[in-house]
């Protein structure tokens, strides 16, 4: 059982535009949504996250919108530059003492 | 941010034989890491949840005996991949959480280690 599912799967963005990836959970007790971004051959960094108190957070260009009662968050990122190409994965868990649970992550193209 | 640190980066080992993947916090303690694997273009799986001073916590298919995981110290914790088979090849992420921070704050990765078994 997929516990978030993230979608869309590739993504390909021309430079200066808008990225945006969906994801959905199931479990109403997650209380904590990071995103990550990986590139190849290195280990996830955080990018931003939300927690179910608020439903927008913005740091610089990326913002994660949450809906509570849809169980849904996306990540925009704005003026989409070639260094954000890179593979995006959304995460859950709840707080307390479990680990994240991982989306199947989003290989993002941006193009000049 | 807070370093996570692992080694070695790259390994490449015959068939059968043990590899070892250490992963350090550099200037926090960490009470608990988690121990992920990712093969090419796919997510990151949890393996296991390893605890300070006690016994790992195994995700459901993940043999406890092929993967020892030993977290001796609030800064260390181990990774031994034992009689690895060309199967076993992937990339190996261990996570860390701040001890001060608890389990509401963010989880810091390491760079991972890619294992290629010959």
């Known amino acids: 059982q997929q516990q978030v599912k993230q979608s869309p799967q590739s993504l390909i963005v021309q430079k200066g535009g808008i990225s945006i990836i969906n994801c959905a959970y199931e479990?109403?007790?997650?209380?904590?949504f990071p995103w990550y971004q990986q590139f190849p051959g290195k280990g996830p960094a955080l990018l931003i996250a939300?927690?179910?108190?608020?439903s927008e957070k913005k740091e610089g260009r990326f913002t994660i919108s949450f809906n509570k009662s849809a169980k849904q968050f996306s990540l925009h990122i704005m003026d989409s530059q070639p260094g954000d190409s890179a593979t995006y994965f959304c995460?859950?868990?709840?707080?307390?003492?479990?680990?994240?649970?991982f989306g199947k992550g989003t290989r993002l193209s941006v193009i000049a | 941010g807070a370093v996570v640190s692992q080694h070695p980066s790259r390994v490449i080992c015959k068939s059968g034989t043990s590899v070892k993947i250490e992963c350090r916090s550099l200037?926090?303690?960490?009470?608990?890491m988690f121990w992920y694997r990712q093969f090419p273009k796919q997510s990151l799986m949890l393996m296991a949840t390893?605890?300070?001073?006690?016994?790992?916590?195994?995700e459901q298919g993940v043999e406890k005996d092929k993967f020892l995981i030993n977290h001796a110290s609030l800064t260390l914790s181990t990774l031994t991949v034992t009689s690895a088979h060309p199967e076993d090849s992937s990339f190996y992420i261990c996570?860390?959480?701040?001890?001060?921070?608890?389990?509401?704050?963010?989880?810091?990765f390491g760079e991972g280690s890619r294992l290629t078994v010959l």
């Open positions: 996570s860390a959480q701040d001890r001060a921070v608890g389990l509401t704050g963010e989880l810091f």
């Open positions: 479990n109403t007790a997650f209380d904590y």
């Open positions: 939300i927690r179910p108190d608020v």
């Open positions: 995460a859950a868990s709840i707080s307390g003492n479990t680990p994240l649970v």
């Open positions: 200037d926090f303690q960490a009470t608990t």
């Open positions: 390893s605890n300070e001073g006690s016994k790992a916590t195994y």
